[in-house]
């Protein structure tokens, strides 16, 4: 049987997945949702026709949950750009940043790898087989570094400008 | 039926028609998105859920804040508050709407303008 009350939670938790002050915001959309059910209700709909109109007014949960999570701050912040790196998901990561924390992003990861090379450049001094050493470390930092440039907002920024380029 | 308005123009409109029905009183998400609604005479719909991202940036800024109330129905309600800065901030960004009207006018069939 239908639970209203549980649908309602169910698509507020989808909306709003993280954040110190989540339950606050829940119960606000929850609110602007109980508003336009009564409404459809009172106009002769059942509950799940309501709860299906008034969610589709409110718009896509995927988009919604995007507006949201740029409002997000601090650790939430970190938590969702790392879940969309550790996921690929490159157009949330593009959502989650501005244009000046995209170029923070860039020198970040290229600061990062540069010094993990020196460091084990440091480290490997003198070693039999350091150079070698150095070129397996290489081609398994290249591994993770790949992952994160697929993930990466320019690389998918640049390709669409160069498809709609060619178009 | 007038031609819609375009998605561009209603999210750059968003935040001073916000500030625009805050300074009228204290008001909640649903019932600002119903204001909206009726004074456009329906030429203006906004995705509901849009609304509220763009109301917590305002109190983020400090132009608006909030307070819980209770509604009629006894259920927990968040209602918005303009504040001064957010009066501050409604008169500039309509300053600078009523110059673009202006300047839109002038370019089609007003007055013609000495540059």
Redesign the interface.
């Known amino acids: 049987m239908f639970d209203l009350e549980r649908e309602v939670q169910a698509w507020c938790a989808r909306i709003h997945r993280g954040g110190r002050d989540r339950g606050e915001r829940m119960a606000e959309l929850a609110d602007h949702l109980y508003c336009q059910i009564d409404r459809l209700l009172a106009e002769g709909h059942d509950e799940e026709e309501a709860f299906r109109i008034a969610t589709s007014r409110m718009g896509e949960p995927a988009d919604l949950a995007r507006e949201h999570a740029k409002n997000l701050t601090g650790w939430p912040k970190a938590r969702a750009i790392l879940f969309a790196l550790c996921t690929c998901r490159a157009r949330a990561l593009d959502d989650l940043l501005t244009d000046k924390a995209r170029a923070r992003w860039i020198i970040g990861v290229s600061l990062f790898f540069a010094g993990a090379m020196l460091v084990s450049s440091w480290l490997m001094r003198g070693m039999e087989m350091g150079q070698t050493g150095t070129y397996v470390l290489l081609a398994i930092w290249w591994v993770p570094y790949s992952v994160l440039l697929a993930a990466s907002p320019c690389r998918e920024r640049s390709e669409n400008e160069e498809s709609s380029a060619a178009r | 039926m007038a031609n819609p308005i375009s998605k561009d123009l209603i999210a750059a409109s968003a935040t001073p028609l916000i500030l625009s029905i805050l300074k009228r009183g204290d008001s909640?998400?649903?019932e600002i998105i119903q204001t909206v609604h009726e004074v456009s005479d329906g030429e203006l719909e906004w995705?509901?859920?849009?609304l509220?991202?763009i109301l917590?940036?305002l109190e983020?800024k400090g132009l608006v804040e909030s307070y819980?109330g209770q509604?009629d129905?006894g259920?927990?309600?968040?209602y918005y508050k303009l504040r001064r800065q957010g009066k501050r901030a409604l008169d500039e960004q309509r300053r600078a709407w009523d110059q673009l009207s202006t300047l839109l006018h002038d370019l089609n069939g007003g007055p013609a303008c000495s540059i």
Request: aromatic fraction near 22%.
């Open positions: 909640y998400g649903y995705a509901d859920g849009m509220y991202p917590h940036r983020k819980w509604a129905t259920r927990k309600r968040k």
